[in-house]
């Protein structure tokens, strides 16, 4: 495993975190209630997150009638409900795949591509694997590392006993972790031919970004993944994840992008994009739509004005 400084900082326990630690033990010991029982509680979570978080649902809204104009209103308000559904089931696969077993989502668990991912990694090259912000994302991950040593590009926690709790749980199963600013041991991992999955696909305050398509809108969208294949030599594939009808989960691998970096960075981020649409597209339900995606755009007169 590779160790990075954060890795060795001790706990924080001052009395501001006590909240935060009541937190966690709730999670961690409901992480242990029967699968079950967890996704029927998740459903209900999910419709009391619908009713209570009024902005939340309102941005989640304005993103699915932005991304699906096809769809009526009816269809729009159904997605909407059963993305919160699914973001509730979410939560309580957070918790299983920071402080739980994963052994009953092994069950019926679907991998393909791993094919691809071998053939990326020939020659000793590493790979930035690429996926979105859906609601079985850090579960995917936690099952993707029986397969593959994954270690994963994050940004951290702004409350201190959260950030030391969730990273310990990612190390049960990653083989290392990243902050966004911790570039240099991740161009490093990548360089030695080690994996690094991260999802790009949210409008942050930092990195550098540029407009390109999401679902025909200009949506302000990192180039890391440029940035990080031109430095460091890797390939780049696609990781789709799906909670499936039946109650399994499919993890699937792309073929690596062909001719990728280009010198083009606002190409090669439409790119990466347009893969991360397909992946909604098959699995809309299970997008975090809660993210104001569109908040800023090329007009500034059209700034912030999408979800109001």
Excluded at 83 to 97: D, M, N, P, T, V
Aim: glycine letters at 8%; charged letters at 25%; proline letters at 6%.
């Amino acid at each position: 495993m590779v160790e990075t400084s954060t890795q060795k900082e001790s706990a924080p326990l001052g009395p501001r975190q006590w909240p935060a630690w009541l937190g966690i033990g709730l999670a961690a010991a409901l992480a242990r209630l029967p699968w079950p029982l967890q996704r029927g509680l998740g459903r209900a979570l999910g419709s009391i997150l619908h009713v209570a978080f009024r902005s939340r649902r309102h941005i989640a809204e304005r993103n699915i009638a932005l991304c699906f104009p096809e769809l009526d209103a009816a269809q729009q308000a159904a997605l909407v409900r059963s993305s919160f559904a699914e973001l509730g089931i979410g939560l309580f696969e957070f918790a299983r795949a920071w402080w739980g077993s994963v052994q009953p989502m092994r069950h019926g668990l679907r991998v393909e591509g791993l094919e691809h991912l071998e053939a990326a990694r020939a020659h000793g090259r590493g790979v930035i694997v690429i996926s979105g912000h859906f609601t079985t994302l850090e579960i995917s991950a936690r099952l993707m590392c029986d397969y593959a040593p994954l270690a994963g590009m994050y940004r951290p926690h702004d409350q201190g006993a959260m950030e030391w709790a969730v990273k310990r749980g990612r190390l049960r199963y990653a083989a290392a972790m990243f902050t966004r600013e911790e570039l240099r041991p991740a161009l490093k991992h990548l360089k030695q031919g080690g994996l690094l999955w991260f999802a790009p696909d949210q409008d942050t305050r930092r990195g550098e970004s540029v407009y390109v398509p999401f679902f025909n809108r200009p949506a302000y969208s990192l180039t890391s993944t440029h940035q990080l294949a031109r430095l460091s030599g890797a390939s780049v594939i696609a990781f789709a994840h799906e909670r499936r009808a039946d109650g399994g989960y499919t993890l699937r691998l792309s073929p690596a992008f062909e001719d990728f970096p280009s010198k083009d960075a606002t190409a090669d981020t439409a790119r990466v994009m347009a893969a991360i649409e397909s992946m909604v597209r098959k699995a809309p339900s299970q997008y975090l739509w809660i993210h104001r995606r569109f908040k800023r755009q090329p007009d500034s007169e059209e700034q912030g004005d999408l979800y109001r």
